[in-house]
């Protein structure tokens, strides 16, 4: 009988200290899936063109300025990204930048619908 009352206290023991720890447990809460901080430059992008300190760069080493800046803007475009801008009336008035926007777009829509 003697170890039968031991058995019972120390099962009595147990219990309460499962029901002690499951009680500060949940108290706590649990932390949420980690999401990334958003990006501030994509949030504050200023509408038209993107002053050049913010620009992706690509190397067109060799191409004129305004083909160059045809470029990124029809590329950025063509892959969604917050960077993409098509200066409408600049893509009437300036060859260069049309040439530029339309290799742009349509190399990188091919790279990303590749991917």
Same mark, same amino acid.
């Given at each position: 009988? &003697? &170890? ?22 949940? &108290? ?36 004129? #300025? ?12 063509? #892959? ?8 409408? &009336? ?26």
């Amino acid at each position: 009988m &003697k &170890k039968e009352q031991e058995m019972l206290r120390v099962n009595v023991v147990m219990i309460t200290v499962a029901l002690l720890a499951g009680c500060t447990m949940a &108290k706590r809460p649990l932390p949420g899936p980690a999401q990334p901080a958003p990006d501030p430059v994509v949030q504050q992008r200023p509408s038209g063109p993107l002053p050049p300190s913010t620009r992706p760069a690509y190397n067109l080493a060799g191409y004129p #300025k305004a083909a160059q800046e045809g470029y990124v803007d029809g590329c950025e475009t063509a #892959k969604q990204s917050a960077y993409g801008f098509k200066d409408k &009336k600049r893509y009437a008035a300036d060859t260069q930048y049309q040439m530029g926007w339309n290799d742009g777009f349509s190399i990188c829509r091919g790279k990303h619908q590749q991917n």
